[in-house]
């Protein structure tokens, strides 16, 4: 299977539900309030996918440098990161320990200096995040990395000619059946129709699916969907 068979650019995701939906395809993205709309519906599902779960393909790594007497470090990477796995320090063959805002506002209080141990993602500088740590580097640890491991987001599009070819990182099936039930969803005035729930199973399916088979799919895992008789 090529690699085009899995992911498409959003002008073909959004011809595949024009043609769904019955109307003529278009040319541009920008091209009528209703290939707008579908963008809109693809940054939607997008978000949605992007919450659902640990992509493999979204897997990413990081390295910070330790400076001496510095306790908040910025993760400046170039996407929006959805979490962060695990952090490493220098050599150390177990991760720091993650912790929650208040344990480490309480460890950072207490001043304490020496190779790190814990760690927290506080708060944010722009769109990056900012890690805290205690104990606090000492000049012995000056230059030292973390080396950070995390799963970012897919970015949103917009409806302008420079993102017809842009190709989302999630299956592009997956992705049509999202837009579709949105739009169909649109068209019933937000009415659950009976072919609406259907088109949301469908794509519901397909994500669950797409994932389980890029994480974990042995041929041994059963999965049990509960449906309609």
């Known amino acids: 299977m090529a690699l085009t068979d899995v992911y498409k650019d959003v002008i073909t995701i959004v011809n595949e539900v024009e043609r ?81 805002v208040a344990e480490i506002r309480r460890l950072q209080k207490t ?28 000049s012995a640890q000056q230059g030292l990395l973390f080396d950070l491991a995390y799963y970012k987001k897919n970015r949103i599009y917009s409806a302008v000619t420079a993102d017809s070819t842009a190709v989302p990182l999630f299956p592009a099936k997956v992705l049509i059946h999202g837009v579709y039930v949105k739009a169909m969803l649109e068209e019933s005035g937000q009415q659950r129709t009976a072919e609406v729930q259907s088109a949301e199973q469908d ?23 509960v449906g309609r008789r």
Not at 25 to 49: A, G, H, P, Y
Not at 111 to 125: A, E, H, I, Q, Y
């Open 20 to 100: 769904k939906l019955g109307i003529n395809e278009s040319t541009r993205i920008d091209q009528t309030k209703t290939t707008k709309l579908l963008v809109d519906f693809l940054n939607d599902t997008i978000d949605e996918c992007n919450d659902y779960g640990d992509w493999p393909q979204m897997y990413r790594t990081a390295t910070v440098s330790a400076s001496a007497s510095v306790e908040s470090y910025e993760i400046a990477v170039s996407a929006q990161i959805k979490n962060v796995f695990d952090v490493y320090f220098d050599t150390d063959k177990t991760p720091l320990i993650a912790v929650g």
């Open 111 to 138: 001043r304490s200096f020496g190779k790190p141990r814990f760690f927290c993602m506080v708060d944010v500088s722009g769109v990056n995040m900012n890690m805290r740590t205690s104990p606090i580097p000492v």
């Open 203 to 225: 794509y519901k399916r397909a994500r669950q699916e797409a994932l389980n088979r890029m994480q974990a799919d042995t041929a041994k895992d059963v999965t049990f969907y």
